[in-house]
C-alpha cells in the first residue's frame, strides 16, 4: 500500500464514513469454510457489488450482513452498531421476489411496515408512493400471479424502498428477468442511488452489470471465499447511461475482471 | 367431462349409477336392494320423524365437535412439526402410527378411560381425523418459500406474526386438502364410534333397521349421510379450488 498522506486521509474519511463495515467476518458450516476473515467495507450512499464464481460466499456475506446468517467468528457494524440480527436500518431484495402470492401488490409492498405495526392508512399511503416511484401505478389491487418477473421484483423493491431502511440489500436481484428488463432495471437503480440518499449492497455474477452499476465492485474468489480486489470505477458516474456500455473504462475493467475470474470458472 | 360439446355438470355420473341401482332394484334381484325410488320415499318419509330428527343432531354434535377438535388441535401441531425440528422427531412416529392404525381397534380403549357416552364418540370422530389434518399442515409448512421465511425474518416479523401472516397462508392449500380427506375420515369416526360405543343417532338407526330387515330405510339413511359428507366435502374442495392458484407460486 503506497504511504503518502494524500492516501492515508482518504483511508481515515471512507472509514469514518461507512454505512457498513464488515471485519474479521467467518462462517463455517461444519467443517466447510464458507467465508474466511473477510474484511470489507461499504460507504455511505454508494453502491457496492459483491461479484464472483458461484460458490465464492458473496450471498452467504450478504445475508450475514442482514442478519438472516450468523457468522463463526468476526463482526458486522452497520452504522457504527453491532449487527446481531435483523433490523430497521436494513431491507432485503429477493432473487426470487418473495412476495405474498396470496396479496394484492399494496399489501406486499406494506408488508414491512406491516410488520413493523404500521396502521393501515399509513402504511398504504406510503406503499403507494412507492409504487408510483418504481413505476407500477394502476397495479396496486393485482395479484402477484398476475404480473410478469420484472413487475414482481418491482415490487420487491418497493417493498425494500417503502420501510426506509439506510441499507438496501439486493440479492442478485435482476437474474430471474429477462435480458430486456433487466438493462431498464440497471439503469433505474442508477438513478436510485443518485436520488436516495442509500447504501446499497448489491450481490451478482455478472461482470458487465458489477461495472455498470457500482461505485466499487469487490471482487470475492472462491473456498475459502476471500476479497481478491477491489475495483472503483472513476469516470462512469458522471457518462450519460446510455454511453457507459462504449465507455473505455468501462470495457477495460469488465476485460480486467474476466482475466482474473477465468481461472476459477469450471 | 364434455359431451358433444355439452359441459356435463360435476358428479353427472351419479344419474347414471342411480337410474342402475332403480332397475337393478326393480328386477327383484335381492331383497337387500330395493328399487332407489322406494329408498327415495321411505327417506321423505322418515325425515320429518322424531326418532330420524334425534338421530341427525346426535351425530351432527359428534361429527362437528369431534372435526373442530381434530382442526384446531392438528392444525397448529402440524405447522409447529413443520417449524420445530425437535417437536417433529417427537411427534412424527405417532402420527404415523395412528394414521395407519386400526382405530376401530382402539374404540374400547377410549370407552374404557372415557366412558360410554358422547365423550368417546367425539374423541374417536376426532382420532379418525387428525392424522391426516396434522400431516398435511406440516408438509405445507415445510415445503414453504425459503425466501419466504427470510422474508418475513428480514423485516423483522415477531413468531406470532410470521406464523399468522405468512406461514398458515403458505400453507393453506395443503392444510384444506388434509382437513377435506380428515373430515370425510371423521365420517366413518362418528358412524364407528356411535356402532361400537354407544347406540345413539345414525349409528343406531343403521343397528336397527339392518336387524329388523328394513333395506329401504337403511339405504335411505345410508343416502342421507352420504349426500352429507359429499356436501361438505365438495364446499371444502371449492375452499381449495380458490386458493390453488397461488399454490405452485410460492
Known amino acids: ?266 | 367431462m364434455q359431451i358433444k360439446g355439452v359441459r356435463l355438470p360435476g358428479m353427472s355420473s351419479l344419474l347414471l349409477w342411480g337410474l342402475l341401482w332403480e332397475i337393478v332394484g326393480r328386477t327383484g334381484f335381492s331383497f337387500f336392494v330395493p328399487p332407489l325410488s322406494e329408498v327415495v320415499k321411505t327417506l321423505f318419509e322418515i325425515i320429518g320423524t322424531t326418532a330420524f330428527q334425534k338421530a341427525l343432531y346426535e351425530t351432527a354434535y359428534a361429527f362437528c365437535s369431534g372435526v373442530f377438535f381434530a382442526i384446531v388441535i392438528g392444525i397448529p401441531t402440524g405447522i409447529m412439526m413443520g417449524k420445530n425440528r425437535l417437536i417433529d422427531e417427537l411427534l412424527l412416529p405417532w402420527v404415523n402410527i395412528f394414521l395407519s392404525a386400526p382405530l376401530t381397534a382402539l374404540v374400547p380403549v377410549l370407552m374404557v378411560l372415557f366412558g360410554f357416552g358422547m365423550k368417546s364418540i367425539i374423541i374417536t370422530t376426532t382420532l379418525f381425523a387428525i392424522w391426516i389434518i396434522i400431516l398435511n399442515a406440516r408438509v405445507g409448512v415445510m415445503q414453504i418459500n425459503r425466501s419466504l421465511v427470510e422474508m418475513a425474518t428480514s423485516f423483522g416479523a415477531s413468531p406470532w406474526a410470521a406464523f399468522t401472516k405468512v406461514y398458515f397462508w403458505a400453507a393453506l392449500p395443503e392444510i384444506l386438502g388434509g382437513v377435506r380427506i380428515g373430515i370425510i375420515r371423521a365420517v366413518k369416526g362418528v358412524i364407528i364410534g356411535q356402532l361400537l360405543i354407544s347406540l345413539v343417532g345414525f349409528g343406531a338407526l343403521f343397528e336397527l333397521y339392518s336387524n329388523n330387515f328394513l333395506m329401504k330405510h337403511f339405504w335411505a339413511v345410508l343416502v342421507v349421510l352420504f349426500a352429507l359428507a359429499f356436501s361438505i366435502s365438495e364446499f371444502l374442495a371449492y375452499l381449495e379450488r380458490r386458493v390453488s392458484y397461488y399454490a405452485a407460486k410460492r
Open chain 1, 1 to 266: 500500500m503506497l504511504q503518502t498522506n494524500a492516501l492515508a486521509e482518504d483511508t481515515v474519511l471512507t472509514q469514518t464514513d461507512n454505512a457498513v463495515s464488515v471485519s474479521g467476518v467467518s462462517k463455517n458450516y461444519g467443517e466447510v469454510e464458507a467465508l474466511k476473515n473477510l474484511t470489507l467495507d461499504f460507504p455511505r450512499g454508494q453502491l457496492t457489488s459483491l461479484l464472483g464464481p458461484s460458490g465464492c460466499g458473496k450471498t452467504t456475506l450478504l445475508k450475514i450482513i442482514a442478519g438472516l446468517l450468523e457468522p463463526t467468528e468476526g463482526k458486522i457494524l452497520v452504522n457504527g452498531s453491532p449487527v446481531t440480527g435483523p433490523g430497521e436500518d436494513r431491507a432485503f431484495v429477493f432473487q426470487d421476489f418473495a412476495l405474498l402470492p396470496w396479496a394484492s401488490v399494496i399489501r406486499n409492498v406494506a408488508f414491512g411496515l406491516e410488520l413493523r405495526g404500521v396502521a393501515k392508512s399509513e402504511r398504504e399511503d406510503i406503499a403507494n408512493k412507492y409504487i408510483k416511484e418504481v413505476g407500477l401505478e394502476g397495479f396496486e389491487k393485482s395479484f402477484p400471479h398476475e404480473l410478469s418477473g420484472g413487475m414482481r421484483q418491482r415490487v420487491g423493491l418497493a417493498r425494500a424502498l417503502s420501510v426506509d431502511a439506510d441499507v438496501l440489500l439486493m440479492d442478485e436481484p435482476f437474474s430471474a428477468v429477462d435480458e430486456q428488463t433487466r438493462r431498464k432495471f440497471q439503469e433505474d437503480l442508477l438513478a436510485l442511488v443518485a436520488n436516495e440518499n442509500k447504501t446499497f449492497i448489491f450481490v451478482t455474477h455478472s461482470i458487465e452489470e458489477a461495472v455498470y452499476v457500482s461505485d466499487q465492485i469487490a471482487i470475492l474468489l472462491p473456498r475459502p471465499s476471500r476479497v481478491a480486489d477491489i475495483i472503483r470505477p472513476t469516470g462512469l458516474r458522471e457518462k450519460d447511461v446510455a454511453s457507459i456500455r462504449r465507455d473505455s473504462e468501462y470495457l477495460d475493467i469488465v476485460d480486467e475482471i474476466w482475466a482474473s475470474l477465468k481461472s476459477y470458472v469450471e
